[in-house]
């Protein structure tokens, strides 16, 4: 078959006839930033005359009629470009559901990768969407970043993002090309004032770029010390970063580095999310600042406890065992009061949606199945001490209350693992499979991975 791909804009017109933006924020909408990505994309095509069929520019298909067109012209390849939630971790995040559909997402995700400096990347997800489920062709949908996280790294590199996942389509295609060398792969950042320090390696990991105040309020937040939050570089918040990443059993060299910056950007996310779920509301943006210290102290005041903004064991503990009411009338009816507790009996419990989604997960699991499928929990909430008795990685979101593990007894094989797997992704979970010990690990954080 001749090379010959469909490339859709994310959104646009719907089977009403209506105009669906996407997702938002702050002004900036998915369908436009979309369509600056396809832009890029389709002038690489364009450039070595390749052909291709597509909604750009008008945006005027919705997906089934996408679908159809690419399915009628019996089209090589089917890609969709969209941008992820304003609340979604940074990073791409290619959508597929077929083994070729993941080895185009996999040269995709390598070629952009290679290509945009600062790309963060979450990995793959298996689901079954509309336009990979009903394509007769390799099929992706790309999640090229959340809109509010990488949205600086996106807008500012649109065209660098569509040649990325263009050059990747044709890698996966095995098509020869010509790369358009006069790309710009600098993200415009403003330059700091001069003479202003700086951390002595200071990059971008999520699209944004920590400045030495950021990692000041995240060492004192995250109770890795307490340094002025002066924006200064200085042998104290050096000293405070060496604890975090000790605690993080992480390379300790005292350098912000892509790495140290996933780590802190997860476990502040996840203080975030609960702060917003207990009545002290914040940006769940994975970012430190004023802004998240401010609803720690609103917490701490709220419960009387020391007003610090610093996530200690007293504030840790109350934050993590308040309890919130329950987004969803899902019932419980398979699992007891007491079973996704911390083990060491200190009354630490996960968040009820995610005890609804296992739920909903163990629902499906036995549908398909068409027998009962029971699932055990093997680990679920864990406070400090349990996490490291249990030797869990210090920003676990177990102790957050955003994940737990689970196996079906009796019929465990690596087949199980991805059918549990599977299911969880339809109800909104991540995954991470481990093949080796026969469990997966579900959160409420998209991810797909194994772990073995």
């Known amino acids: ?106 040269a995709i995700r390598a070629s952009m990768k290679l290509r945009i400096p600062g790309l963060n990347d979450r990995g793959n997800l298996c689901r079954d969407d509309y336009e990979v489920g009903y394509t007769n062709m390799p099929a992706v949908i790309m999640e090229i970043g959340s809109i509010k996280a990488d949205n600086d790294l996106i807008r500012n590199n649109t065209k660098l993002f569509g040649r990325a996942i263009a050059y990747g389509l044709l890698d996966a295609a095995g098509e020869v090309y010509d790369q358009i060398e006069d790309v710009d792969t600098s993200p415009a950042v403003e330059a ?20 030495i105040t950021n990692i000041q309020y995240f060492l004192n937040i995250c109770n890795y010390g307490a340094p002025d939050i002066d924006g200064l570089w200085g042998p104290e918040t050096k000293s405070c970063l060496i604890n975090a990443q000790r605690a993080y059993n992480i390379a300790v060299d005292g350098i912000w580095g892509p790495v140290t910056q996933a780590h802190a950007e997860a ?112 680990s679920g909430f864990r406070c400090p001490t349990q996490n490291a008795r ?28 991805d059918e549990i797997a599977y299911c969880a992704h339809q109800v909104g979970l991540g995954t991470y499979k481990y093949y080796d010990s026969l469990f997966v690990h579900v959160q409420l954080y998209p991810a797909d991975g194994v772990m073995n």
């Open 1 to 106: 078959m001749s090379f010959k791909p469909f490339i859709a804009i994310g959104h646009g017109t719907s089977q009403d006839g209506t105009w669906d933006t996407g997702c938002c924020w702050n002004g900036y909408t998915e369908a436009a930033l979309a369509k600056e990505v396809v832009a890029g994309l389709l002038e690489v095509f364009d450039y070595n005359g390749k052909d291709y069929l597509t909604d750009y520019p008008n945006n005027d298909k919705n997906i089934v009629k996408c679908v159809e067109t690419a399915n009628a012209n019996n089209c090589s390849h089917y890609l969709s470009v969209h941008l992820d939630w304003d609340q979604a971790p940074s990073g791409i995040y290619p959508i597929y559901l077929s083994a070729s559909g993941l080895a185009m997402a996999e």
């Open 192 to 211: 700091p004032p001069a003479g202003t320090p700086k951390p002595e390696n200071t990059v971008t990991n999520s699209g944004y770029t920590w400045d």
């Open 267 to 378: 476990q502040i996310r996840g203080y975030q999310t609960r702060l917003c779920e207990v009545g002290s509301p914040c940006d769940i943006d994975g970012v430190a600042g004023p802004g998240t210290m401010g609803s720690v102290k609103d917490f701490q005041i709220k419960n009387g406890l020391e007003v610090d903004g610093i996530v200690g064991e007293q504030t840790y503990s109350k934050l993590f065992n308040t309890q919130v009411q329950s987004p969803s009338t899902t019932t419980l009816v398979n699992f007891g009061e007491d079973e996704f507790k911390c083990e060491c009996g200190c009354g630490g419990d996960v968040k009820q949606e995610l005890k609804v989604k296992v739920q909903q997960l163990r629902n499906l699991l036995s549908e398909r199945a068409q027998a009962d499928r029971p699932l055990i929990i093997s």
């Open 390 to 417: 249990d030797g869990g990685v210090p920003d676990s979101l177990h102790m957050s209350g955003d994940a737990c593990d689970i196996y079906s007894p009796g019929v465990m094989n690596r087949a199980m693992v």
